[in-house]
């Protein structure tokens, strides 16, 4: 499994290629991970990167693929809580895959994720959003497993909508495929089970199988049916209010 979300290989190259950047472009992505998709994207086009990331041990798996690439000279990597890491108005596109609870919690996560990323980007610049939501009503049981509010996620649209609320021009959207959705989830178990199997004496092994198994469990009760993703590239097009 390449990202920690459910696109495959050919998903990002297409995202990247509709970012339409070049070598002179300044490029931040907010939760990058272990840097996969911002490094491609630089290969790709050349672009300057920074990526931030809470998690020391992303941004030191990041920092040696980097090296291992020969791009340390376009891409750096930080370990940063984005609400206490500010910028100014600098960047040509900010990426944020999955990682919008870095700004805040719950139903505030997604619009302040857009307001504070707003700030940081240059006049018409492009912010590329992924993000939950609904692709039908959320049964109860779904609901109380995951631990999640109806609340916090909107449908397609409903993202769409926030994100024009917010002063931004939606021109292009994709979703993950049930076969994206089906392979992210389902490396999961594998990786787990696999785990277990190895080293049957380790009670944090057996944990976290258990744990898997049961969130396969709802998500091909529940969740395959229920929770979508969406891709969002928008411009800014207008300074802070």
């Avoid at 990331?53 to 693929?65: F, L, R």
């Avoid at 229920?226 to 097009?237: A, E, I, Q």
Wanted: hydrophobic residues 40%.
């Amino acid at each position: 499994m390449l990202f920690n979300n459910p696109y495959s290989l050919e998903k990002a190259e297409r995202l990247i290629h509709i970012l339409n950047l070049t070598p002179d472009s300044k490029v931040l992505d907010i939760g990058c991970g272990d840097g996969e998709f911002l490094l491609r994207l630089s290969q790709a086009t050349g672009a300057q990167c920074l990526g931030v990331d809470i998690s020391g041990e992303n941004i030191e798996a990041a920092a040696v693929k980097a090296t291992q690439l020969g791009l340390t000279e376009r891409v750096r990597f930080e370990v940063a809580d984005v609400n206490q890491r500010q910028f100014g108005a600098e960047f040509d596109v900010i990426i944020c895959l999955g990682a919008v609870y870095a700004f805040a919690s719950g139903q505030a996560a997604y619009p302040e994720a857009l307001t504070q990323m707003q700030r940081w980007l240059k006049p018409h610049g492009q912010l590329l959003v992924g993000e939950g939501y609904w692709k039908q009503t959320p049964a109860q049981a779904y609901l109380d497993f995951i631990g999640e509010p109806v609340g916090i996620y909107h449908s397609h649209q409903g993202n769409v909508e926030v994100a024009e609320s917010h002063g931004f021009i939606v021109a292009y959207t994709a979703t993950s495929n049930q076969d994206e959705w089906d392979h992210f989830e389902g490396s999961f178990r594998v990786k787990a089970e696999r785990a277990a199997m190895a080293n049957p004496e380790d009670k944090e092994a057996m944990k976290k199988r258990d744990a898997v198994r049961a969130w396969n469990t709802y998500y091909h009760r529940y969740g395959r049916e229920t929770m979508g993703f969406g891709f969002y590239l928008m411009f800014k097009v207008q300074d802070e209010r």
